[in-house]
């Protein structure tokens, strides 16, 4: 079974001229594949702990240093971002997927601005943009120096 | 199942994701019992590392452990992170390569990747809920 005109990969990480809805698909992907590996690596990194207190100090301090440098801290304020994204984003999803919070279906006309894309699906869309800078702020502060509010 | 039935369990498990991991965020947050409740705080310079406190220090973790309520909250969130993640690594895979059989290679692989995943994160839950080694 061959489909033409099949872009995959390149057509989902493309999303130039397209609207905002594209990127934040573009982005679910995205963060969803990096937490996928990262679960991965964080089970394997956890079963370290059935190695004794040696082994998972080390790994402790080693995944604090990696490659002789403070990248630790770096990498968790990375992941976060995917987390909170997908999880913000995720919920909007799960929302606007089943249909609500958009408006009743229409006949379309010219120039063919779709409603769906305005009114509370923006809102929503906005309130995830403010949900994701507080919450990744307070978590990368927190990440940092241990600081809770 | 049908895909419409997958997508279901899909969002739900997205949504159970959200409740557990939220579990595991406070855990490592406030539910620390350090006093000085910093990440990666480790003491020592050079090539010797002394860790001196913060929350994944090893008594810490093991501690959270071998709580029975942690565990079982541990092993739902592996089970359904496990679930939402190959899920949708099948979902991405599958409309990358089609046809009927890459679908089923491309599901069985990645059931048997996710059991392997899983089995490999519940050894560490229970044996460290039976008092780790």
């Known amino acids: 079974m061959t489909i033409e005109n099949k872009k995959g990969w390149i057509s989902w990480f493309n999303p ?3 609207g905002t809805d594209r990127w934040m698909y573009a982005l679910h992907r995205l963060t ?11 089970v394997f990194e956890t079963s370290e702990i059935l ?7 080390s790994v402790m301090v080693s995944l604090d240093y990696p490659f002789g440098v403070h990248f630790g801290p770096l990498i968790l304020s990375l992941v976060l971002l995917a987390v909170v994204y997908h999880a913000l984003n995720g919920i909007r999803l799960t929302i606007v997927e089943n249909g609500l919070m958009l408006p009743k279906p229409y006949r379309p006309e010219y120039p063919y601005n779709p409603k769906s894309l305005k009114g509370l699906n923006n809102f929503l869309k906005i309130l995830l943009g403010i949900f994701m ?4 702020a307070f978590g990368i502060i927190f990440i940092f120096t241990g600081w809770l509010p | 199942m049908r895909e419409s039935q997958i ?12 409740v557990f991991g939220s579990f595991h965020f406070l855990l490592i947050s406030f539910l620390a019992p350090t006093s000085d409740k910093v990440l990666y705080s480790y003491g020592g310079t050079g090539y010797t590392h002394v860790l001196v406190g913060g929350t994944l220090y090893y008594t810490v973790v093991k501690a959270v452990y ?14 359904v992170l496990v679930f939402h993640i190959f899920n949708g690594f099948r979902i991405i895979l599958s409309e990358q390569f089609q046809g009927e059989r890459t679908e089923k290679f491309i599901t069985y692989s990645l ?6 995943i899983f089995i490999w994160g519940s050894r560490t839950i229970v044996l460290m809920l039976s008092g780790g080694v």
């Open chain 1, 32 to 42: 969803g594949i990096i937490i996928g590996i990262y679960l991965l690596f964080h």
């Open chain 1, 16 to 18: 130039f001229k397209y």
């Open chain 1, 51 to 57: 190695k004794g207190p040696v082994t998972w100090n």
């Open chain 2, 66 to 79: 071998s709580t029975l309520i942690w565990g079982s909250i541990f092993e739902l969130l592996l089970t």
């Open chain 2, 7 to 18: 997508m279901f369990l899909q969002y739900m498990t997205g949504l159970l994701v959200l």
């Open chain 2, 111 to 116: 059931l048997v990747i996710a059991l392997i």
């Open chain 1, 133 to 136: 800078i507080v919450i990744s």
